[in-house]
């Protein structure tokens, strides 16, 4: 079965950085989309970038655009989201996600079938 292990997060102050890991294993990823998503207290959850991992193609929230960087490594079934100049309303639970279900780069959350824990990113002002 697919398994999706987020780490990477924590406190940081506005303008700093982090990049989150997204460990997955219990399939050859490599006909999958993987996304991130985050959700903040009281709000949806809200789609942030996603990849197809084998063409390497991408997609990112306006909101987030210039900022973030999702990539991937074959090797280690990892994917990675780098984010640089935070800000406050980065605060959320990140998580990733991943779905077979067809060729796109897929912005909603229901079009993914598997999702990680999640891993909390709190940007202080």
């Known amino acids: 079965q697919v398994q999706l292990v987020e780490s990477g997060g924590g406190l940081v102050q506005a303008g700093g950085s982090l990049r989150l890991s997204c460990a997955a294993s219990g399939r050859t990823f490599s006909s999958y989309t993987m996304g991130w998503f985050r959700q903040a207290p009281g709000k949806e959850r809200e789609f942030v970038t996603a990849?197809?991992?084998?063409?390497?193609?991408?997609r990112y929230a306006d909101s987030v655009k210039g900022r973030v960087t999702i990539s991937r490594d074959n090797a280690k079934n990892t994917v990675y989201l780098q984010m640089n100049s935070l800000k406050p309303e980065d605060t959320a639970v990140y998580y990733c996600?991943?779905?077979?279900?067809?060729?796109?780069?897929?912005?909603?959350?229901?079009?993914?079938?598997?999702w990680g824990q999640g891993t909390q990113v709190t940007v202080s002002s």
């Open positions: 990849i197809r991992w084998e063409s390497g193609s991408t």
């Open positions: 996600a991943a779905t077979n279900s067809g060729l796109h780069v897929y912005t909603p959350a229901l079009r993914y079938h598997y």
